[in-house]
């Protein structure tokens, strides 16, 4: 999150939105939320894991979803889906998606 949060201004300048989506309850991603000071919201997908289960992305077994970005599109479609276990490369691969998207 820290990356996104880094990036804020690029995906700004792409004309898009970031939103961050966890497992975790609402009151714990408030305070991660108001930890790292972050200008985007944090959505909650407790207790049920719907959003994790439909995009394909919830470990059952651990109870958790894999780190994994989704860029959207304005019609609502799937532009790029980023995979990686390490939050780094999600920032600058979603930056360069948006301003792909953009064009």
């Known amino acids: 999150?820290?990356?996104?949060?880094?990036?804020?201004?690029?995906?700004?300048?792409?004309?898009?939105?970031?939103?961050?989506i966890s497992?975790?309850?609402?009151?714990?991603?408030?305070r991660f939320s108001d930890d790292l000071t972050l200008e985007f919201p944090l959505l909650s997908d407790f207790p049920n894991r719907n959003t994790a289960k439909a995009y394909g992305v919830l470990m059952t077994e651990r109870g958790i979803a894999s780190r994994t970005t989704f860029v959207i599109d304005k019609e609502g479609k799937i532009a790029e889906i980023i995979?990686?276990?390490k939050p780094a490369?999600?920032?600058?691969?979603?930056i360069a998606a948006c301003q792909r998207i953009k064009k």
Request: aromatic content about 10%.
């Open 1 to 20: 999150m820290k990356g996104f949060q880094a990036g804020i201004k690029n995906f700004n300048e792409a004309d898009s939105q970031v939103f961050g």
């Open 23 to 30: 497992v975790d309850a609402a009151p714990s991603l408030k």
């Open 83 to 85: 995979y990686d276990p």
């Open 89 to 94: 490369p999600h920032n600058e691969a979603s």
